[in-house]
Nanobody, 115 residues
Framework: QAQVVGSGGGLVQAGGSLRLSCAASGSSFRITAMGWYRQAPGKQRDLVATITSDGSTNYADSVKGRFTISRDNAKNTVYLQMNSLKPEDTAVYYC?????????WGQGTQVTVSS
């Protein structure tokens, strides 16, 4: 079974920064893409950012210019640098690993931004 572990969440003031990390392990299949999604209380889970194995990125409009996704393919690890955080960024952030035919979710890490 594949294991996906995300970490790096916390409590910050508006305008502050956090860096999330996610490591995938335990699978013999090739990773085609990794990404971050978030879910606020009582809300749907939404895409934040994705990155393919060759470095192509995609961002939600709400985070463009503030968040940066990157990866270390040798370590099967993806990072999300979050700058200029806003209260509306408060959510549980979930890492996702795409193997092409299936995907795996991380356990989620809480990000709270105070006003």
């Amino acid at each position: 079974q594949a294991q996906v572990v995300g970490s790096g969440g916390g409590l910050v003031q508006a305008g502050g920064s956090l860096r999330l990390s996610c490591a995938a392990s335990g699978s013999s299949f090739r990773i085609t893409a990794m990404g971050w999604y978030r879910q606020a209380p009582g809300k749907q889970r939404d895409l934040v950012a994705t990155i393919t194995s060759d470095g192509s990125t995609n961002y939600a409009d709400s985070v463009k210019g503030r968040f940066t996704i990157s990866r270390d393919n040798a370590k099967n690890t993806v990072y999300l640098q979050m700058n200029s955080l806003k209260p509306e960024d408060t959510a549980v952030y979930y890492c996702h690993t795409n193997y092409g035919s299936f995907g795996s979710w991380g356990q989620g890490t809480q990000v709270t931004v105070s006003s």
